[in-house]
């Protein structure tokens, strides 16, 4: 029983710190911080008029975090079942930095990295 819940809480933990993480990027994106848009892992920034580009990521990020959340605070036994399609997003930035020759390094230490964290998270708190 002590090793379930170590599990679960580790699982929770994980879930947290993606959920507040990943709202404090959107948060920088939508401030259009150039610094976080050029830590993505694709070649090239978009140009100046283009830059709304990171707001709509930025709120993309910050539904995330709040969705991870609202299902942490309000169906906890749900939690691995929105952890698991979620996970599609980093992994699909991943593939959409590699498609366009971006840094292989961001991809995976970041984007993949974020996904299998995700997927861990679920595994963890379905155990």
Known sequence: ???????HVIGMVLSWIGA??????????LMKHEGNASGFGLPTLPSP???????????????TGLTLIVF???APAQLPL?????AVIPFGDAC?????KGSR????????STA?????AAGLLVL
């Open 1 to 7: 029983m002590k090793g379930s819940l170590m599990l």
């Open 116 to 120: 299998v964290a995700m997927l861990i």
């Open 72 to 74: 942490a605070l309000f």
């Open 49 to 63: 008029d283009a830059r709304g580009w990171w707001q709509v990521k930025g709120i993309r990020d910050i539904g």
């Open 105 to 112: 390094k961001t991809a995976y230490s970041v984007h993949v």
């Open 96 to 100: 959409i930095i590699l498609a366009n």
């Open 82 to 86: 929105a952890l698991l399609p979620m």
């Open 20 to 29: 507040v993480g990943i709202i404090g990027i959107g948060i920088a994106y």
